[in-house]
């Protein structure tokens, strides 16, 4: 038709092609007008492009460089684990500085393994000038959006919630990398409790105000080996992963609580956190709960309207669990499945956000700056457990520590925290 303008799909570049890569995909499928079309990774580019080609996702071509995957997408999304972070995100830059067109670049959480990691990350992408777009996933949850509309007319007549606990729990990460606390960047608290603070942050910020209106103000924290370091289960780790938590240990339980101010009427409001690598329940839940004045809301990812059942006679023919459920720890009993894991976690929602943001050239609803602000918060809540006191953010002091901190357990030296040798 004369006149008429084919817009082209919008093209999605992965670095990584592990577990987030995957997930992503199928989220990728729930998207209108966006395909992957390139992707660069040390292993399993193959089985990855194969998983693409079967979502009907693009027509994926693997890269042998993260510049040439950058010259020929749209945008590149960082799905690779956080000890590769900077070496990528230099790459990235000197590869737009070249003359990439990139429209925007993704960034999984944690966005640094330290404050100074994080702070660098920003100014890698400020140097190249391109869009942002960390991603937090709960953040984009329709279960959390949802209660935010639907509690927004309580909340203009009672005033904003004052407190939310927000809890993310699994029986432990699948890759090796995920429990050694140097190329982590510690144990839990690192890798999940940036989820819990972020969405705790998030749901108590009085409607229609910014991201970050509510200004942190303390943080303090426990951090914890509850299971893992059981000699026992020490062993079954060492013999898994090869990681050695008798010698570097990291923490599979922390909980927290971070306190708000509001900058308009001084109120302070509290976000707990609970994270935890000894959850053996069903597989992973995401607990949130918020509560205001006269109104709350509680959302639970482990309650679905299907379950199934299946008993010790019929057991021996079971399906891989993790097809009920992320992190599925049984296959028999009473199963609990969720039959649209990235769309109730908020991956298909980022991905859309993020891919609508880079189109108007902008950064996506939460950008790497925001990701900054969560990196320190952790990371003062591993300086608040390590010295046992609440950590005063106001405290030009401790801003000033808080740039080159790097935990004790993030340096492998966690063992006389975490076993209770002071
Ligand atoms: N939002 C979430 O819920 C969520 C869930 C899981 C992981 N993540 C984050 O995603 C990131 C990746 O985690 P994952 O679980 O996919 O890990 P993974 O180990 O399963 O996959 C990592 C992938 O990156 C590749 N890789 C390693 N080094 C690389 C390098 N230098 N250059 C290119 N590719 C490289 C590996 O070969 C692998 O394909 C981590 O930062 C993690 O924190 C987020």
Redesign the pocket.
Known sequence: MKGARIMSNFKLGF???????NFQAKAVAQIRGVDITGV?????AEEFVANVKALGVGDCAIYSSIDELCRNVDAVAI????Y?RI??MKEIAVSVKAGAALKGIIC???LGRTVAEARQLVALAKEAGIPTAY?E?QIHMKGIRAQMQQLAPVQAQMGPLALSRSAEEHCGP??P?FWNPIQQGGGVLS?MGCHSIAVGWFVLTPTGKPITFLKPVAVSAVTSLLKWGVPKYRQELLDRTGVDYSKTPAEDFATGMVTFQNPETGQLVQAQFTNSWMYDKQGLRLLMDGLGPGYAFELNTLRSSLEVFTGDQAAESVADSETALEKSTASRGLLTVETNEPDL?GYVDEIKDAVACFQEGKDGFLNFEYGFEITRLCQAAYMSAERGVTIDLTDPKIQEELESYVSLIAQGKGADLLYGKK
């Open positions: 670095i990584g092609a592990g577990f987030i890569a660069y990774s040390l292993k399993g799905f690779a684990p956080n590769v070496d990528i999984e959480k944690p991603f996933n699948h890759e990398w890798d976690y």
